[in-house]
C-alpha cells in the first residue's frame, strides 16, 4: 500500500486565487510528521510546511497552510493568493518514528501546480 | 551562503562504467541523504547517514555504494550494477535527530546523471 497518496496528477489555479493540494497518508505510528516541498522546474527540492502528528493547531507559512485532518489521515496543502511563481511540482511526505527509526522520508508523487494569469 | 553543493549539474557515463557524484554542505549536519528521482515519480531513498563513518541503506540501495569520511562530504558512487542508473540524483541534509523541531531536510541542487 502507498504510504503518501497525492491523487492529483496536474492542477491549474488563476493567479490570486487559492489552491488545495490533497495528501492522504498510511502509517500505524502515533508519531510522525508530514511535510510538504516544492519543486519548481531547475529540479531542487525547497522546503515549505512541517506538521508534527502531535501537533494540536494546523502549520501555517506565510501564504502557505496544512489542514491536518488526523482522524482521516490527510495533511492537505493550501496555497493562498497563488502567484506564477507558485507554479512548480508539490510533493507531500511523511516522516515515521522520528524518535527512534530515524529521518527517513517517505514522498508521494506529487502534483505540478500551474498558475495561470 | 550556508547550503549544499552538488556537482556536476549533468553527467554523462557509458554504460558499464562507475560514475561518482559529489555532495559536500556547510550546515553543519549530522544526517545526510541521497535520493533519487525519475520522471513522473518521487524521491526515493538511496542510502542515508546520521553520522560520520556510519550509514544504512535506503529503500533502492542496490547498485549504489557510499562513502561518510567527513562530516561535509557524502559522495554517492553509481556502479555498474545499477541496471537503470539514468535518472536525477538528489543529496539531502538534516540537523542531529536528537534535537526537537521538524528536522526538515534541506536539498542541493540535483545532478542529472544520463548514461549512454
Known amino acids: 500500500a502507498q504510504k503518501i497518496t497525492q491523487t492529483q496528477p496536474g492542477m491549474f489555479v488563476q493567479e490570486k486565487e487559492a489552491v488545495t493540494l490533497d495528501c492522504t497518508y498510511d502509517t500505524s505510528d502515533p508519531s510522525y510528521g508530514l511535510f510538504w516541498y516544492k519543486q519548481p522546474s531547475s529540479g531542487e527540492m525547497i522546503f515549505l510546511i512541517y506538521q508534527g502528528s502531535y501537533d494540536q493547531q494546523n502549520a501555517t507559512e506565510g501564504r502557505y497552510s496544512l489542514n491536518f485532518q488526523k482522524a482521516r489521515k490527510s495533511a492537505n496543502l493550501v496555497i493562498s493568493a497563488s502567484q506564477l511563481g507558485d507554479s512548480a511540482m508539490y510533493f507531500c511526505a511523511m516522516r515515521e518514528d522520528p524518535e527512534g527509526g530515524g529521518n527517513k522520508l517517505t514522498f508521494g508523487t506529487g502534483t505540478q501546480l500551474k498558475v495561470e494569469l | 551562503d550556508g547550503g549544499i553543493t552538488q556537482s556536476p549539474k549533468y553527467l554523462f557515463r557509458k554504460e558499464g562504467q562507475n560514475v561518482t557524484l559529489s555532495c559536500e554542505q556547510n550546515l553543519n549536519h549530522d544526517a545526510m541523504y541521497w535520493y533519487r528521482q525519475d520522471p513522473g515519480q518521487g524521491l526515493r531513498l538511496i542510502y542515508y547517514?546520521?553520522?560520520?563513518?556510519?550509514?544504512q541503506k535506503g529503500d533502492i540501495a542496490e547498485g549504489y555504494s557510499v562513502s561518510r569520511e567527513k562530516k561535509e562530504s557524502f559522495p554517492l558512487t553509481v556502479t555498474s550494477a545499477q541496471k537503470n542508473p539514468t535518472a536525477f540524483y538528489l543529496c539531502?541534509?538534516?540537523?542531529?535527530?536528537?534535537?526537537?523541531?521538524?528536522?526538515?531536510?534541506?536539498f542541493g541542487p540535483g545532478t542529472r546523471l544520463t548514461v549512454l
Open positions: 547517514s546520521q553520522i560520520v563513518n556510519d550509514f
Open positions: 539531502a541534509s538534516s540537523i542531529s535527530l536528537g534535537l526537537a523541531g521538524g528536522r526538515e531536510q534541506f
